[in-house]
């Protein structure tokens, strides 16, 4: 007899249907086949063991089970549930029309027990788009299935409830949530503010610009100047999560098995941290089958690289490109996968190896030869894609005994979405923009409007300094969101010398 169930296989960050034909006949073998890997060929006793514990007859017959399209990758064990359910049924434990318009997945236990799986809401919003009626998934789940409405979502905790549930004998209550209240629940909390920090006015303004832009920023500055206290009040100060944005980052993080368990929707921008010996894998993304890399997970919010040079040169030259294009492609030998990376890169690091270069207090120990090879370590390509470059110097003893708190959060926070909203409206014909630091040459050329005093002033720092295009067009960038700031239409020539006074190592090392 021959059964059809249906799963769903994951291609980057989105689901892709999976058909799983079950045919029992005379014989006493099982096979797998359909290019399922490892994991998926030691289902069989897994599922032989859940099915007899459950107190169902497992079919003393030929079992041949092929999961089609037989070209696309099968991992995981979330096949476990659908594969159980599809020899039930060609066995006539379970009526096989019950299985019509139902995706069925989950990872199974010797004792029947139903385990979480990943990217539940990829493959949610991927039967709802194939007009499937619902999703029977293991309960922990649920929650975040259900964010995806038009869809009955079942959460199940074992084998039998699913074989109960699809013979009528039993009602399981869908899994519902209030994508809006979810939404807007908790948006606002944020464990660091701007408050807190002392002094550093001139970084904080940098800061301010960079995200309300979009823009990438490097400190420069000694140990213990709050590089790093700075960098960790940044997410309070990013502008709300559009709905869009929220699922889309929450089925990133689902897919690399990072979304917290019952968690059914992200309502905050991701910051990411990693440490600097991450690999370049870790970083990036990839493995044999290729799972989203911090930059990936950092995407609609912040990824922080603190001590800059002593991560990876080969890692650090291979975001070159996600910082353009906003994604990154990772490709194998028989597939490959897109992950999407639109990120702000925030950066810190010590002047020099000892960290005391340039410190009015403390001297350094460095040699000039050690301090060129140190910031050596960030080529000047890499270098050339932030926008921002700020030094920061420690406070003194007065300034730091004066204890005076800075401007709230809240506050910057206010300017921030302002200026973004400038950018929404002026963006709204642009499918692949949304902010001043994601546009192109042609992009700049209709939105940046500029006085005639200011642009010389531009041509006369891009012959002084030796600005690459790229650097210019970033100058220019700048400009734009610090007269989106001001509210100015145009932007004239204290907004270009605002923009230049944050390129300062381009009159230095690089």
């Known amino acids: 007899m021959l059964v059809k169930t249906y799963a769903a296989s994951i291609n980057g960050i989105d689901a892709e249907l999976i058909t799983i034909e079950v045919n029992l006949s005379s014989g006493f073998r099982f096979s797998i086949v359909g290019l399922p890997d490892s994991a998926v060929k ?36 979330g096949y476990d549930l659908t594969l159980a359910v ?10 096989s029309e019950a299985l019509e318009g139902y995706i069925v997945m989950g990872e199974l236990s010797l004792d029947g027990s139903v385990r979480g799986i990943t990217a539940s809401l990829s493959i949610a919003i991927m039967a709802r788009q194939l007009g499937f009626k619902g ?32 013979n009528g004998n039993i009602h399981i209550e869908k899994t519902v949530v209030d994508t809006q209240e979810c939404f807007f629940s908790k948006r606002d909390v944020f464990e660091s503010d ?4 002392c002094g550093q006015e001139t970084a904080k303004r940098a800061i301010e610009i960079a995200v309300a832009g979009g823009h990438n920023l490097i400190m420069i500055g000694t140990p213990g100047s709050g590089k790093s206290m700075l960098a960790k009040c940044v997410p309070s100060i990013m502008p709300s999560f559009t709905l869009d944005e929220a699922l889309e980052t929450t089925k990133i993080h689902s897919v ?122 960030i080529s000047g390509p890499l270098m050339d894609r932030i926008d921002l470059q700020v030094k920061i110097s420690p406070l003194s003893h007065k300034e730091l005994l004066e204890n005076k708190g800075g401007e709230k959060s809240a506050d910057i926070r206010a300017r921030v979405e302002k200026a973004r909203k400038v950018q929404q409206e002026r963006f709204k014909n642009e499918k692949t923009i949304h902010c001043n630091g994601q546009m192109e040459k042609r992009h700049c050329d209709m939105y940046c409007k500029i006085s005639t005093e200011a642009e010389e002033l531009l041509e006369k720092a ?13 100058v220019l960038k700048l400009a734009r969101t610090i007269a989106d700031l001001a509210d100015s239409a145009e932007i ?19």
């Open 42 to 77: 030691e289902s069989q006793d897994r599922i032989t063991t859940a099915i007899m514990n459950s107190d169902y007859p497992f079919p003393r017959k030929q079992i041949v089970i092929n999961l089609a399209p037989a070209y696309m990758r099968k991992e995981g064990t």
């Open 86 to 95: 599809g020899i039930l049924a060609a066995s006539d434990v379970i009526a």
């Open 135 to 166: 999703f029977i998934l293991p309960k922990e789940n649920a929650k975040e299935a259900a964010v995806v409405g038009g869809l009955d979502i079942i959460g199940v905790e074992n084998l039998t409830e699913v074989v109960e549930f699809l």
């Open 194 to 197: 701007f408050k807190e920090v």
């Open 256 to 377: 690399a098995g990072q979304l917290p368990k019952d968690t059914s929707l992200m309502t905050t921008r991701p910051f990411r941290s990693p440490h600097n010996n991450v690999s370049g894998v870790a970083l990036l993304g990839g493995g044999s089958y290729p799972k989203p890399g911090e930059i990936s997970l950092a995407h609609n919010g912040v990824l922080f690289l603190d001590e800059l040079p002593q991560y990876n040169r080969a890692a650090l030259e291979e975001l070159r490109q996600p910082l353009e294009d906003h994604k990154i492609s990772i490709s194998r030998a028989k597939f490959s996968a897109e992950f999407p990376s639109s990120f702000m890169l925030i950066a810190a690091m010590n002047p020099c190896p000892c960290g005391h270069y340039g410190d009015p207090n403390h001297e350094c120990t460095c040699s000039q030869i050690e301090v060129q090879k140190y910031m050596s370590r």
């Open 462 to 474: 891009m012959k002084k300094l030796n600005f690459s295009a790229r650097g210019y067009f970033k």
């Open 492 to 510: 004239d020539s204290t907004h270009v010398k605002e923009a230049l006074s944050y390129r300062s190592l381009d009159r230095e090392s690089w």
